[in-house]
């Protein structure tokens, strides 16, 4: 399996995650924190998705899905901020993440999927050693960013299919 491959496959699995996370879920279950202070499911996808498409689209120079179309709008939000990925959002900026519907979170989440996953299919493994972040010491390589938003995706799905079993269990 070359390096493209593993990949690929490891970024596949997020799709499948994504849907059992929200598949049936109403827009008002998607928003709803299981606590105080605690991150719906709706907010927990749209942030994975927002990662993914922001720093997939530096490393590959290109404008985020986010801010091609009317996503913002569809999440209840006025202005699509390409620099708004959740990190670091109050508990006020996370309520105002109001997903219209499960196939809003799945119609982004397929549409960042399939950009990256068209990246990923002409990675070459000299490209992984390509500085991408100098801001960091180590400056940080393509490859360890594509592990680290793997990383952070896959954690955040996880949490959102817990928080989903809370919901459904009120």
Same mark, same amino acid.
């Given at each position: 399996?070359?390096?493209? &491959?593993?990949?690929?496959?490891?970024?596949?699995?997020?799709?499948?995650?994504? #849907?059992?996370?929200?598949?049936? *879920?109403?827009?008002?279950?998607?928003?709803? /924190?299981?606590?105080?202070? +605690?991150?719906?499911?709706?907010? *927990?996808?749209? @942030?994975?998705? #927002?990662?993914?498409? &922001?720093?997939? +689209?530096?490393?590959?120079?290109? %404008?985020?899905?986010?801010?091609?179309?009317?996503? +913002?709008? #569809?999440?209840?939000?006025?202005?699509? %901020?390409?620099?708004?990925?959740? !990190?670091? @959002?109050? /508990?006020?900026?996370? /309520?105002?993440?109001?997903?219209?519907?499960?196939?809003?979170?799945?119609?982004?989440?397929?549409?960042?999927?399939?950009?990256? #996953?068209?990246?990923?299919?002409? *990675?070459?493994? /000299?490209?992984?050693?390509?500085?991408? %972040?100098?801001?960091?010491?180590?400056?940080?390589?393509?490859?360890?960013?594509?592990?680290?938003?793997?990383? %952070?995706?896959?954690? @955040?799905?996880?949490?959102?299919? !817990?928080?989903?079993?809370?919901?459904? +269990? &009120?």
């Amino acid at each position: 399996m070359d390096v493209s &491959d593993l990949l690929t496959e490891t970024y596949d699995r997020l799709p499948d995650l994504v #849907r059992a996370a929200v598949d049936g *879920l109403t827009p008002e279950q998607l928003r709803r /924190a299981p606590g105080p202070g +605690a991150n719906p499911v709706g907010w *927990l996808v749209w @942030h994975l998705t #927002r990662v993914q498409d &922001d720093h997939l +689209a530096d490393v590959m120079g290109t %404008d985020q899905i986010w801010v091609t179309g009317d996503w +913002a709008g #569809r999440f209840g939000l006025a202005v699509a %901020d390409p620099h708004d990925t959740g !990190y670091a @959002h109050t /508990a006020e900026q996370v /309520a105002a993440v109001r997903p219209e519907s499960a196939q809003a979170l799945l119609d982004y989440h397929e549409a960042v999927h399939t950009r990256t #996953r068209t990246f990923l299919a002409g *990675l070459r493994p /000299a490209d992984l050693d390509r500085v991408v %972040d100098e801001a960091w010491d180590p400056p940080v390589t393509l490859g360890v960013r594509l592990v680290s938003v793997a990383e %952070d995706d896959l954690q @955040h799905v996880g949490q959102a299919a !817990y928080v989903r079993g809370l919901v459904e +269990a &009120d």
